[in-house]
């Protein structure tokens, strides 16, 4: 296939997949969730592929099951901005993406660490805004579980404005001269309902101007901030259809913020299987799944649902007959389920219709690969969600910890960039420039 020339451009990212159900920890080939080695080789995989940002989840608080630790969490989280600094150091152009949480940070703190990450990379730190409403997570910190739910996006909003108003307190002129010169600081000052800050920011003004912000959230309050604030968007719609909507709904909110459609970039979070047929892709799709979703861990996230203890119940059988328990405290840490009894009647009808059992249900509705079949017929779908607008652009989360993005960057990247749909260079040194977004104008 010839390169033709195109307007719209495909962005990736890579998600490390870390502490999830996504990675087949049977698998000898993963590796460590919390070792540099495993973080590195992901970032220079994703590197040499040419993706646009790594992004780093976060965890506050170790999730619990049964009052016990959840096993993927016994090793550990790490911070994320602290790995995203040593990354900087083994890698030139890749955009490093931290999630860090405004329900319980400070703006003043957290501002100073993403600039200093910006400076540090030469520009290429993001920060993915997300919050919390609960009280467990919140006995980690003095104030506790002190934030009403409806509150955490007006929180949210107010601290990614004052990280801001933080970031463009330096004057563009210093006494080095107004060509590049890092300027010196101004007395800042934030009267809000959420911040009273006066002083002084200890850090000059990012390359970026204001490291690039991610929003994750698919709620009519997280579409409003994301058209009001954000950069990214990182959401979990799978579908054509679905993506064609979303897109449209969010794009469509920008204009009452004096945003045009490019300001921000809708990029999903996404998986994908490979296989020289498509007959290969799927069977290796299903053993996927079926590692990912043992009998053991299809009564865990049965017990997600249902709030009570259903460990007396074969995965083999059928769904448990008695309602969810909707104030249950049985799993903490993780996100709860909106409606369980909603959500267990829709599995049970489901199990009904199909014959299946806890297991098999719990593999019918949980998480599954996004794009599967030969590198070729991945290429076209990728292509055609971006040409379609339903996407941006993907955050690709592998099935293997370090090494599952290996091959989608030998076998997929190469036709995307036949196709005239994916860079051969990166063209700028930032990650706004990476993104396409323009810079971010100075206010005050």
Known sequence: ???????????????????????????????????????????????????????????????EHKGRIHDLDVVGRPESLTVLSAL????????????????????????????????LSGGRAAWNVVTSSDAFTGENFRRGGFLDRADRYTRAAEFVATARELWDSWTPDGPDGPDGSVGEPRPFAHHGQHFDIAGEFGVPRPPQGHPVVIQAGDSPEGREFAA???????????????????????????????????????MPGVTFVLGDTA??????????????????????????????????????????????????????????????????????ALS????LSIHQTVIETTSRQSFIGTPAAVAEQFDEFVRTDAADGFILVPHLTPGGLDE?????????????????????ATLRSHLGLPEPVRKG
Do not use: C
Not at 31 to 54: K, M, N, P, V, W
Not at 255 to 265: H, M, N, T
Not at 291 to 302: D, E, F, G, K, M
Not at 352 to 355: D, I
């Open 1 to 63: 296939m010839t390169h033709r020339p195109r307007t719209k451009q495909i962005h990736l990212a890579a998600h490390f997949p870390g502490v999830n159900n996504t990675t087949v920890w049977a698998d000898p080939r993963s590796r460590s969730q919390i070792d540099f080695s495993s973080f590195e080789h992901l970032a220079r995989t994703a590197e040499r592929g040419l993706f646009d940002f790594f992004f780093l989840a976060e965890g506050l608080r170790l999730r």
């Open 88 to 119: 900087a150091a083994v890698t030139d152009r890749l955009g490093l993406a931290a999630t860090v949480n405004a329900t319980f940070n400070e703006p003043y703190e957290l501002a100073r660490r993403l600039a200093s990450l910006d400076h």
């Open 228 to 266: 009001s604030a954000a950069d990214v968007v990182f959401t979990r719609h799978g579908t054509l259809e679905a993506g064609r909507a979303f897109y449209a709904d969010v794009k469509g909110r920008l204009a009452a913020y004096g945003r045009e459609p490019d300001d921000l970039k809708i």
């Open 279 to 348: 007959a290969e892709a799927q069977e290796r799709a299903i053993e996927i799944r079926r590692q990912q979703v043992s009998p053991q861990n299809a009564i865990l996230a049965l017990e997600q649902v249902w709030g009570v203890d259903l460990s007396a119940y074969d995965p083999d059988g059928p769904l448990p007959d008695i309602d969810p328990d909707p104030d249950s405290t049985l799993v903490q840490g993780r996100v709860k389920v909106g409606d369980p009894r909603a959500v267990a009647e829709q599995w049970r």
């Open 352 to 355: 009904r219709a199909k014959g």
């Open 408 to 428: 989608f960057v030998e076998r997929v990247v190469p036709l995307l960039q036949e196709r005239g749909a994916f860079r051969t260079e990166y063209e700028g």
